[in-house]
């Protein structure tokens, strides 16, 4: 074993040299080519500025950086130049007014070919894959939204509630497999893949993450010969797994619609019936084509996963160590359902949910460090030169933490979307706060780059939310022996590009003998409809 490492170590050098020569070269130039503008941390040849950044919660100290610096800063990691923004106004400027230059997206390391496509649509550059994967995406998200997901939330929440009743130590694991099953329905009709989605949309973000495998940060690693390499094998497998799930899920709901088998209110369906209303009556595809279409469907399936599983947990958090705001969100919920379930026709109804749901994402964002732009062309901004490749990212931690516009930061205040007077109030509050427009929407990305899922978060987050607050009271786990209050971590999580929390110590509990009876009805009058 020692052996092993020792010929790796040998077989890395040279790329490691090359690289750092390059990289020292190219500090040169920039510290020579003067009149920047933009200020910075301070910079070291060769590595720039790595040894105080946490790859774990990198995040954290951008924000650090932003409070020293200002709104805009360069800083650079090995070779690779950085712009930080952490004002919104900036962040329009640069990645929506000028979006047609800043639409790229960064090679991340430990991924092949994500830039050329088709597996990832977020992480593609421009090209024609991307574009056409975005528009089909696009059309069908507002299509379903219309139609509110054809009441595939509600039921499938009826069935989370069940298992949460039955083994709510388990939240944390069943709140991924209860996002992941929606998805996994919504695109092939295929529920039972839930957990397995799940599983599989951690693993890709690890990947893709800076806190994953170590050649992301020590890009020259993964150049070492394939025999010896172990993070080109691990992708490899992974990803030929993950295109076999797809392809194979995408075939087994083709052959269902050549079969009359396949709802109505699945992707698959809506993606079949437009091929044939283009001519293919028979779905006959190139292995292209179809490796084309369950990739876009694939992603779809995967992206909606962890995106609202990390938020739904952070609500559940958020309700359990803020007692006040589950007792008035429980309030609301009583006087306006009484005893039936929270559904997306309530949403006008439920200011305070939606309140405490907007206010969750803003505590603890979701996506901290925005997911990155690639400056496409050379360009100049505010007199300063941004050379092609520069990554920008709008931090997304640190603009939830502007004072002028969310005062007291860093406390969970769902009345500032609800009383006159906090910068973010909007009316009529039967409509605002909400997850698809008005104020707090660059949690949702920039310009050419937007998110394609704010629909579905929008009803998704309402409906599961609202449904645990009806039928749960959610408190502080105490410890059995001593009585007192479990402490934890809330900004404990997974550290990877999209954040899910930590398992936290919560203790959850049906609100009454009678709500746990109307859990299980209700879940007993959906089951039949449901892979279980
Ligand atoms: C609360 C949950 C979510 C948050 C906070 C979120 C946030 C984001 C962000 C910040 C981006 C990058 C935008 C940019 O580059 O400027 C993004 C992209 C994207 N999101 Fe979401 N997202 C969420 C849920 C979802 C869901 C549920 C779906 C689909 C089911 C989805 C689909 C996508 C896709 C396809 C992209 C890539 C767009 C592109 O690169 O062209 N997202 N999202």
Not at 462 to 480: D, E, H, I, P, T
Request: proline fraction near 6%; charge should be neutral; aromatic fraction near 12%.
């Amino acid at each position: 074993m020692e052996g092993i490492r020792l010929l790796i170590l040998y077989l890395a050098v040279p790329s490691l040299l090359i690289s750092a020569l390059r990289q020292f070269l190219s500090w040169r130039k920039s510290t020579a080519s003067s009149g920047k503008k933009f200020p910075g941390p301070q910079q070291f040849p060769v590595v720039g500025r790595v040894h105080d950044l946490n790859r774990f919660c990198m995040w954290k100290k951008f924000k650090e950086w932003a409070d020293i610096h200002g709104p805009i800063y360069r800083t650079s990691m090995v070779g690779q130049h950085f712009i930080i923004i952490s004002d919104e106004k900036i962040a329009e400027e640069l990645l929506v007014k000028r979006g047609n230059k800043y639409a790229g997206r960064p090679q991340i390391r430990a991924l092949f070919d994500h830039k050329t496509g088709p597996g990832y649509v977020a992480l593609m550059d421009r090209q024609e894959y991307w574009k056409e994967q975005r528009k089909w995406v696009h059309a069908a998200m507002a299509d379903f939204h219309r139609h509110h997901f054809y009441g595939v939330i509600e039921s499938e929440v009826r069935r989370f509630l069940a298992v949460l009743l039955v083994d709510p130590a388990k939240f944390h694991a069943y709140t991924r497999e209860h996002c992941g099953r929606i998805m996994s329905r919504l695109a092939w009709d295929d529920a039972t893949q839930g957990k397995e989605n799940g599983d599989s949309a951690d693993c890709t973000l690890g990947q893709m993450s800076v806190s994953g495998p170590i050649v992301n940060t020590m890009t020259p690693l993964w150049y070492i010969p394939w025999a010896l390499n172990p993070w080109k094998k691990f992708e490899r497998a992974r990803e030929d797994q993950q295109r076999a799930w797809w392809l194979n899920s995408f075939q087994v709901a083709k052959q269902r619609y050549l079969d009359d088998d396949l709802p109505e209110n699945t992707w698959a369906y809506r993606y079949f019936k437009g091929l044939q209303q283009q001519g293919n009556s028979t779905l006959q595809q190139t292995a292209k084509d179809e490796e084309f279409a369950s990739c876009m469907l694939g992603f779809q399936n995967l992206v909606g996963v962890i995106t609202i599983a990390g938020p739904l947990e952070f609500f559940l958090m958020a309700m359990t160590l803020n007692p006040e705001w589950q007792k008035k969100a429980q309030d609301e919920i009583d006087r306006v359902c009484g005893d039936r379930l929270p559904t997306t026709a309530d949403i006008p109804e439920l200011p305070t949910v939606r309140a405490c749901l907007k206010e969750t994402l803003r505590w603890r964002s979701g996506v901290p460090l925005g997911v990155p732009h690639q400056c496409e062309v050379d360009d100049e901004f505010r007199g300063e030169k941004i050379t092609k490749g520069t990554v920008i990212l709008a931090c997304e931690w640190a603009m939830n933490r502007v004072p002028e516009k969310y005062p007291d930061p860093e406390n969970y205040r769902p009345e500032r979307y609800l009383v006159k007077g906090w910068p973010t109030y909007q009316e009529p509050l039967s409509r605002y706060p909400n997850f698809r427009e008005g104020v707090g929407m660059h949690t949702f990305g920039w310009g050419r780059r937007t998110c394609l899922g704010q629909h579905i978060v929008d009803d998704e987050m309402f409906v599961s939310g609202a449904g645990v607050l009806w039928g749960f009271n959610l408190n502080r786990k105490r410890c059995s022996k001593t009585g007192e209050v479990i402490d934890f971590d809330s900004e404990a999580t997974n550290a990877h590009v999209i954040l899910e929390p930590l398992p936290f110590p919560c203790d959850i509990q049906p609100r009454s003998p009678e709500r746990a009876a109307q859990i299980l009805k209700s879940y007993q009058d959906v089951r039949n409809e449901l892979r279980v």
